[in-house]
């Protein structure tokens, strides 16, 4: 399969144009922790291995984790110069090693002058995108904080595939837009409930039941 | 101008679509504080005269604003299943009296399905309101409720033209996504400092300066 052929609009597209993607398409390789970008404007990215974490900061430089990108996924708002009406930045961070190939911003901006399928596509991702969006504004407005830490607990040891879980209270803080402080006592009073194990640079998850 | 011209990709249909809009354009009154849609599926919006509030529900029952729509203003999210993707619910109520016009969702889905302008339209519209979405994300996690209230206070100042704001203490908490108490309890403080002057059934900005 061609490269070009991971972005679900190709094969809708007239020959010329898919000659266009194909020959501007590029590809990167990001490692673990890089900024994969910052609200620049780089072109529509699809994530051939890895995983993306997409994130927003606060006016005080809290970020806060809108929604991640696995493999074979698109990441949109990377394109967000070919999109009319975007006056927000969100970020990307590369949360393993990953894989991106690119199609860019001018090339993306060209096909949507033109195709239906290509709008078809913007449209469906950034319908998506927003009702994930809207389902972080649920959470954050009505879930309370032990709450929202448990299932994130929960959610890295599901990722990580191992109860012991090599994160830091400050990445925790960052994906639930808060402060260290905030998750190491509430991860403290977990720890004296029998939930978790801390130490040094680990958070073993001690008894998922009752995290649930 | 004919009403169909409202909306702004109009003018780019061909004459066959140009005619499917007009034979099916459909125009609603609606009342002060009616309902204009529950999450349900009418189609697209165009607001002649009045203005709506469009808001979600948290599982508790919770309102909180997103944006509003204002004259001349579209409600895209009123034609929610002719968007794929969308996963979530808004409602919207008109704030003042309202004067709309529809196209069905019918219609809208299948205008999209062939023209280039009219996806460009839903993709623009999409966007800015993630945008206004991705504002009420950063205000609730960032700004402290009182800077909060007293920048509604002032929003409500400038709809209304005047110092005496006839609102509930129950109606500036849906907006704000709280309870009427901590409302209450916050106007009281904002009184006591000289800020506003509280009566039965109005609020009056005594001091805006103060308040910005």
Same mark, same amino acid.
């Given at each position: 399969? @061609?490269?070009a052929?991971? #972005?679900?609009?190709?094969? %809708?597209?007239?020959?010329?144009?898919?000659?266009? $993607?194909?020959e /501007?398409?590029r590809e990167?390789?990001f490692?673990? *922790?890089? @900024?994969?970008?910052?609200?620049?404007?780089?072109?529509?990215?699809? $994530? !051939?291995? *890895?995983r993306?974490?997409?994130?927003?900061?606060?006016?005080?430089?809290?970020e806060?984790t809108?929604?991640?990108i696995?493999?074979g996924?698109?990441?949109l708002?990377? +394109?967000s110069?070919?999109?009319?009406?975007?006056?927000f930045?969100v #970020?990307?961070? +590369? !949360?393993?090693e990953?894989?991106?190939?690119?199609?860019?911003? !001018?090339i993306?901006?060209?096909l949507?002058e033109?195709?239906?399928?290509?709008? =078809? #596509?913007?449209?469906a991702?950034?319908?998506?995108?927003?009702?994930?969006v809207?389902?972080v504004? %649920?959470e954050v407005? /009505?879930?309370?904080f032990?709450?929202?830490? &448990?299932?994130l607990?929960?959610e890295?040891? +599901?990722y990580? =595939?191992t &109860?012991?879980l090599?994160i830091t209270? !400050?990445q925790l803080?960052?994906h639930? =837009?808060?402060?260290?402080?905030a998750?190491?006592?509430?991860?403290?009073? #977990?720890?004296?409930e029998?939930?978790v194990?801390?130490s040094r *640079?680990?958070?073993?998850? &001690?008894?998922?039941?009752?995290?649930?």
């Open positions: 399969m @061609q490269k052929e991971n #972005f679900s609009f190709y094969k %809708d597209l007239k020959e010329e144009d898919r000659r266009l $993607v194909r /501007n398409l990167y390789t490692h673990r *922790g890089a @900024q994969v970008y910052n609200g620049d404007c780089t072109g529509l990215l699809y $994530v !051939e291995s *890895g993306l974490r997409v994130y927003t900061l606060s006016e005080t430089g809290r806060i809108l929604y991640r696995a493999e996924g698109v990441c708002f990377s +394109a110069c070919a999109l009319r009406g975007i006056d930045h #970020f990307a961070v +590369a !949360e393993t990953v894989r991106l190939i690119l199609i860019p911003a !001018e993306y901006k060209k949507s033109k195709s239906v399928a290509v709008n =078809g #596509f913007t449209n991702l950034m319908a998506q995108r927003f009702s994930e809207m389902w504004l %649920d407005l /009505n879930k309370k032990d709450a929202r830490l &448990a299932a607990l929960l890295e040891e +599901a990580a =595939g &109860a012991d090599k209270h !400050e803080a960052a639930l =837009g808060t402060v260290r402080e998750v190491s006592r509430m991860l403290k009073y #977990f720890e004296s029998g939930l194990e801390l *640079g680990t958070i073993r998850i &001690a008894n998922a039941e009752e995290l649930r």
